[in-house]
């Protein structure tokens, strides 16, 4: 697997977007402390430091999704041909921002972009991005199918692409939401630079910082309908082009002993995960500790810089902390 042509691609793709979801969940809480008035001078610090990573995430990101797309496109053209709804090959194939796929009448709905996906997928406008009807190849089938006729074979291609509709929904949830946590990185750094955000009075910022308070899903959506597209998109083939899934199935394991594990997993999984939004929750209306392990008191919307490292730092200050 680590020699698999598309391994370094997606090994990057999976870790940059973690840091998105890392430093999306810096920011929101930070945007909370800062909506409520409470621990401003970390909340600054840290949504700072938050904002460049993120911005500098989704620079990595942006190269990182161009790479992975145009792997696809060469190590597994009809999983990219689903993503896209592709099902004739044409030049200056376009891009389809975002519709749903007509799997009856093999067509796709929505606005479009033209010769979009034939840049991204080849930095080309011209080159036609194959569609799902010439693939697999005749001769594929063939070898797979001895002594079906032309008519016959091109029955049975639809077996062997994924659920068209469903890859194609994912994938774009991803695009979409990925473009919005892209744009929010910037404009974060943007008000930063300006020195905008941190304006709590104004309306305009306490509203954007709601969004960044929300905006920890975000990355997560991305993550959970990238790995749905990376999945379903390779289906029918557990080895691709190889072995198919339903041929890789073990005899020696019952449907009832799946059924059992999965509904283990699952009630371990949600034990983990009410666990996590426990502590998460008590941790952040705890707030930080200084760096002696005392908890840093909550500090006033309304308080000035030279006011709160007066507090922060004056013995007057350390002696009611630790009170
Ligand atoms: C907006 C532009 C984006 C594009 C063009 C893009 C492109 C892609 C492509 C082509 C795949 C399929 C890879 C494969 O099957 O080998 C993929 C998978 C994935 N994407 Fe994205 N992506 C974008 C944004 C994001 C963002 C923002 C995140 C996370 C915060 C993300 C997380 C993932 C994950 C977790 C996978 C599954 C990878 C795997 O299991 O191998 N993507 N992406």
């Known amino acids: 697997m680590i020699g698999n042509p598309s391994s370094l691609n ?93 799997t009856k009448n093999q067509t796709v709905h929505g606005p ?3 010769a979009l996906l034939s840049f991204l997928c080849f930095h080309n406008f011209k080159q036609p991005v194959q569609g799902l009807l010439s693939m697999p190849s005749d001769e594929f089938l063939a070898a797979r199918n001895p002594g079906l006729s032309p ?46 955000l941190f304006k709590t009075e104004n309306p305009l910022i306490r509203f954007l910082l709601w969004i960044y308070v929300f905006a920890v899903i975000a990355p997560q959506i991305c993550m959970q309908a990238g790995w749905f597209t990376a999945e379903m998109g390779r289906q029918p083939w557990i080895v691709y082009n190889m072995l198919k899934t339903s041929d890789g199935l073990s005899r020696a394991v019952q449907a009832n002993q799946v059924v059992f594990s999965i509904i283990l997993f699952a009630l371990i999984y949600i034990l983990l995960f009410v666990t996590f939004i426990y502590l998460l929750n008590s941790k952040i209306q705890h707030g930080p500790d200084d760096d002696e392990g005392h908890h840093t008191k909550a500090i006033g919307a309304s308080s000035d810089a030279s006011e709160i490292a007066e507090d922060l730092f004056s013995r007057k200050g350390r002696a009611s902390h630790q009170e």
């Open 10 to 102: 997606r090994i990057c793709h999976v870790v940059f977007g973690a840091w998105l979801v890392g430093a999306f969940l810096v920011m929101s809480i930070c945007a909370w402390y800062l909506l409520k008035g409470r621990f401003t001078t970390f909340a600054r610090t840290s949504m700072t430091v938050a904002a460049c990573f993120a911005a500098f995430t989704t620079v990595l990101q942006s190269i990182s999704a161009d790479s992975t797309a145009r792997g696809v496109v060469r190590t597994q053209p009809i999983k990219l041909a689903s993503m896209e709804g592709v099902y004739e090959t044409h030049d200056y194939t376009p891009m389809t921002l975002f519709g749903y796929v007509d």
């Open 112 to 114: 479009q972009i033209p």
């Open 151 to 196: 008519e016959e074979l091109a029955k049975i291609r639809p077996n062997y692409w994924p659920v068209v509709g469903a890859v194609f929904q994912t994938y774009h949830l991803m695009i979409c939401i990925g473009s919005a946590v892209f744009g929010l990185s910037f404009l974060a750094l943007t008000l930063l630079w300006r020195g905008w």
